[in-house]
């Protein structure tokens, strides 16, 4: 069942525009797991399972009705990836006209749902993407393949299409392709981080409750004892055996070549920020722009609900407004 589920596997990563990637001489596709993949959708993780869990500890919790102003231009269900057997979308959300600096195009934002790599989808960061357009910033949440579907790092390369694909539609959406921001929450807020500093084709991250290091004292990522965690199946194999992977995914690994401003934007729990410490460390000695806001007591979906969502756009917009100042 593992040897038919593997070749499904490289065949849905061939089929989707991947190249099977080989991180190391010493992990062979042979010991990669693919117990995970069962090409059905996960639908665990949503607003509304959330919210549940999160009024046992925070009752101050609240849903966030669309605030949706009606002069935000809302595309939805757009293409930025196509294949034989993968489709991925977009839903993009425009400013309104008032906001924008009519000399210069928007800047924009592409927003990364968190789901644990297995589960989630671009819906759940509507009322994010309402709030910052409203704002005068163009954003754009995607999809993207989940662990459900094929391991990392179809995800990475799914990021990057979707970042060369706004690009490239720059004019049609009124953006200034050099000012392109990276937003990631939780499993999203990994997945940005990591992309923008293997990449570096960004000029802004915000990471929200986003880890950093998979391998690192502070990280609760790979615990397999009483499941396999989320990370595990993303990887396709424990960390023990597949730690190059691990590393690999790791934005930690590759910060010395990261030169972009960022904001990392914090809950109450400490694992989430495996690795951060290092990470300002390191940017901080080669003067790049870091800011950090920590809500010490709020839980890990806070990204979701009020009282902490107009506070984290309030940040993000201080910091986007630093970074990309008007008529510049």
């Known amino acids: 069942m593992i040897l038919n589920k593997m070749i499904w596997s490289n065949l849905w990563m061939l089929l989707i525009g991947l190249p099977l990637l080989c991180f190391s001489q010493e992990i062979s596709n042979s010991k990669l797991s693919t117990t995970g993949i069962s090409f059905k959708k996960d639908t665990s993780f949503t607003i509304h399972s959330a919210y549940l869990k999160t009024l046992k500890t925070h009752p101050e919790a609240k849903i966030i009705k669309n605030p949706s102003p009606t002069n935000i231009l809302v595309i939805k269900d757009q293409?930025?990836?196509?294949?034989?057997?993968?489709?991925?979308?977009?839903?993009?959300?425009?400013?309104?006209?008032?906001?924008?600096?009519i000399n210069n195009y928007t800047p924009a934002i592409i927003i990364i749902h968190g789901g644990g790599w297995r589960s989630g989808n671009k819906e759940q960061h509507e009322s994010l993407a309402h709030l910052l357009a409203k704002e005068g910033f163009a954003c754009f949440t995607i999809d993207y393949t989940l662990s459900t579907h094929a391991l990392y790092p179809t995800a990475y390369f799914d990021v990057l299409n979707a970042i060369g694909h706004i690009k490239k539609n720059a004019q049609k959406y009124n953006i200034d392709p050099q000012k392109l921001t990276l937003l990631g929450y939780s499993a999203g807020g990994a997945l940005a981080s990591l992309v923008a500093t293997k990449s570096n084709t960004v000029h802004g991250l915000i990471n929200i409750d986003g880890v950093l290091a998979f391998i690192h004292p502070d990280s609760g990522e790979g615990d397999d004892t009483k499941s396999i965690s989320a990370a595990t199946h993303w990887f396709g194999i424990n960390k023990n055996e597949g730690s190059e992977i691990w590393k690999d995914a790791s934005a930690l690994t590759h910060?010395?070549?990261?030169?972009s401003p960022t904001l990392f934007i914090n809950s109450g729990v400490k694992r989430m920020q495996a690795g951060q410490m290092e990470f300002i460390e390191n940017l901080i000695s080669r003067q790049i722009y870091i800011v950090k806001k920590e809500f010490p007591n709020a839980p890990h979906t806070f990204a979701l609900f009020n009282p902490w969502l107009s506070e984290i756009v309030e940040t993000c917009v201080s910091f986007l407004n630093q970074i990309f100042p008007k008529n510049s």
């Open 255 to 259: 910060v010395h070549n990261f030169n």
């Open 79 to 101: 293409t930025y990836f196509l294949s034989k057997l993968n489709k991925l979308y977009y839903n993009a959300y425009l400013p309104p006209i008032e906001t924008q600096d």
